[in-house]
């Protein structure tokens, strides 16, 4: 069964940082592009940062650009986002998404059920 | 980047046809076949409808349909069903660096 399992989520204080993983099983992980995807409470679905199969494209939203990191170690089959410089704004649930094929470009066919990041003092 | 423009909500009643709005730019929905929809039911994971316009994903009805005209795209669901009722999202790939931009969502109400 192909899965995405996010962690790291939790409450932060504003300015702080805090790393989400999300563990993929099921699929032959280093042929796809990975991205992450968040959504605020109540609120709709926002593009965070993708990246390519082999890390050489990465792109980010302009909410986040400068203060998050998205990687990948395909050898443990995982896909991170490294979030410095959190602010209040930042509370969403996080989702980590598998491409449908290959590249950037393409839909998002599997999601996980994502984890909760809130930013409070 | 300008979120794509979706209509905030839709209703219909059981077995009728509603559509979808999705307008952006050249940049993006005008540019490229990379439209894509997901359905999001309530406290769930959203799930992916139709891609690259107007491809539908194995297991999703043909009753969902997607289409494109400049820089409009739409979905269309036929004969409505009361499980149709969700949040439903569009996205497209865009030229800028940050590569995907989504639509700020229609709720669709089956009345």
């Known amino acids: 069964e192909v899965q995405l399992v996010e962690s790291g989520g939790g409450l932060v204080q504003p300015g702080r940082s805090l790393r989400l993983s999300c563990a993929a099983s099921?699929?032959?992980?280093?042929?796809?592009?990975m991205h992450w995807v968040r959504q605020a409470p109540g609120k709709g679905l926002e593009w965070v940062s993708g990246?390519?199969?082999?890390?050489?494209?990465?792109g980010y939203a302009d909410s986040v650009k400068g203060r998050f990191t998205i990687s990948r170690d395909n050898a443990k089959n995982s896909l991170y986002l490294q979030m410095n410089s959190l602010r209040a704004e930042d509370t969403a649930l996080y989702y980590c998404?598998?491409?449908?094929?290959?590249?950037?470009?393409?839909?998002?066919?599997?999601w996980g059920q994502g984890t909760m990041v809130t930013v409070s003092s | 980047q300008s979120a794509l423009t979706q209509p905030a909500s839709v209703s219909g009643s059981p077995g009728q046809s509603i559509t979808i709005s999705c307008t952006g730019t050249?940049?993006?929905?005008?540019?490229?076949?990379?439209v894509s929809w997901y359905q999001q039911h309530p406290g769930k994971a959203p799930k992916l409808m139709i891609y690259?316009?107007?491809n539908r994903p194995s297991g999703v009805s043909n009753r969902f349909s997607g289409s494109k005209s400049g820089n409009t795209a739409s979905l269309t669901i036929s004969g409505l069903q009361a499980e149709d009722e969700a949040d439903y999202y569009c996205?497209?790939?865009?030229?800028?660096?940050?590569?995907?931009?989504f639509g700020g969502g229609t709720k669709l109400t089956v009345l």
């Open positions: 998404a598998k491409v449908l094929a290959g590249d950037l470009s393409s839909a998002f066919d599997i």
């Open positions: 099921g699929f032959t992980f280093d042929d796809y592009a």
């Open positions: 990246i390519s199969w082999n890390s050489g494209s990465i």
């Open positions: 050249s940049s993006d929905v005008g540019g490229y076949n990379y």
């Open positions: 690259d316009v107007s």
């Open positions: 996205s497209s790939y865009t030229s800028s660096s940050t590569q995907v931009v």
